[in-house]
């Protein structure tokens, strides 16, 4: 059976164009597709080098590892210098490669006439629905009827919460089996809630500031579970993996960010991530996950309430529509 056998020299050269041609189209074109978004991810020109200088690194440490692949590999470099493929050839060759890495050069250090970089909306909306915009979080202002029950579950030491949390609660009651279960929320809210149950003159608005505290505390825990990573324990877009993106994670303490939008496009951001902004928030779109798809609804109110007393924010208030 015929094989064709390629030249050392020229299969490496064939490496780093297939390396090339595979970071910097293949690439972002499979993100597309995994992404759904309508345009391709770009590899970052830094990302590139690095990807060829490596590819180049490999080919060298190959191409050394011994001597007969050397000499193979140098074989059609010396044919072209003594003028095997002729002398014509040689010197186009010789001539036109270092007018070509001149041009190239010049290419990139000459200054150019650009339109400006668009800019970043901060809060794109064009596909926030509508019907969104007057949504309150229902944590923080519990009802009569959710007050009562919270009540009820309080006097039975059986208050109910996020699977998250049932872990390192039930481990503390082991430890702490004389005290309410609610005492591993030591605030003072908390405090004032369960002096008055010991005493029997229990205060709506008092068990209502409790049970305010107690979604805050569990919102709390959702935060560093889940948004801590980016956006810190200040809340500040400072986590451990912020420098990893070419858009840092927005700071909630910012007046800019948090404080001018109503809470149910807060809700919808959360909700939907970064996939699910409109057009106009390209090329800077969010890295955040969508998630509605890992967190219930009463999770993710749960970590907005959570976001917004941790930054000391308050939300806007909803415009009245007539």
Same mark, same amino acid.
């Given at each position: 059976m015929f094989k064709m056998k390629i030249n050392r020299f020229w299969s490496m050269i064939l490496t780093v164009f297939v390396v090339y041609l595979f970071v910097k189209i293949i690439i972002p074109a499979v993100s597309r597709e995994i992404t759904g978004l309508p345009f391709p991810l770009t590899v970052p020109g830094a990302l590139v080098f690095i990807y060829m200088?490596? &590819? /180049?690194?490999?080919? +060298?440490?190959?191409?050394? $590892?011994?001597?007969?692949i050397l000499e193979e590999f140098l074989d059609p470099i010396k044919k072209f210098l003594r003028g095997d493929y002729g002398s014509t050839f040689r010197t186009v060759v010789l001539c036109?490669?270092?007018? +070509? %890495?001149? #041009?190239? @050069?010049?290419? @990139?250090l000459v200054p150019k006439n650009e339109l400006p970089s668009s800019l970043r909306i901060q809060h794109p909306s064009s596909n926030f629905p509508k019907s969104s915009e007057d949504l309150k979080n229902p944590f923080a202002d519990p009802t009569d009827a959710e007050v009562n029950a919270f009540i009820e579950q309080a006097k039975a030491n059986q208050v109910p919460f996020i699977p998250q949390l049932e872990a390192d609660i039930g481990? #503390? &009651?082991?430890?702490?089996?004389?005290?309410? !279960?609610?005492? +591993? %929320?030591?605030?003072?809210? !908390?405090?004032? +809630?369960?002096? =008055? !149950?010991?005493? =029997?003159?229990i205060n709506e608005e008092t068990a209502k500031n409790a049970l305010v505290e107690k979604n805050l505390f569990e919102g709390r825990a959702l935060y560093a579970m889940n948004c801590r990573p980016c956006h810190g324990d200040s809340v500040s877009g400072d986590g451990p !993996?912020?420098?990893?993106?070419?858009?840092?994670? /927005?700071? $909630?303490?910012?007046?800019?960010? /948090?404080?001018? /939008?109503?809470e149910g496009y807060t809700f919808w951001r959360v909700a939907n991530g970064g996939r699910g902004l409109p057009v106009e928030a390209t090329p800077w779109d969010s890295a955040m996950p969508q998630w509605k798809l890992n967190l219930t609804e009463e999770q993710r109110w749960k970590i907005i309430l959570a976001e917004y007393d941790l930054a000391e924010k308050t939300p806007r208030i909803p415009e009245v529509h007539k």
């Open positions: 200088l490596l &590819a /180049i690194i490999s080919i +060298f440490l190959y191409v050394t $590892f011994s001597d007969d036109g490669l270092p007018l +070509f %890495i001149g #041009w190239q @050069v010049y290419e @990139v481990f #503390w &009651a082991e430890e702490n089996s004389d005290s309410h !279960m609610l005492s +591993f %929320i030591a605030t003072k809210p !908390m405090k004032e +809630f369960l002096n =008055e !149950m010991k005493a =029997e003159q !993996m912020a420098d990893g993106f070419k858009l840092r994670p /927005i700071n $909630f303490t910012d007046n800019g960010t /948090i404080e001018t /939008i109503v």
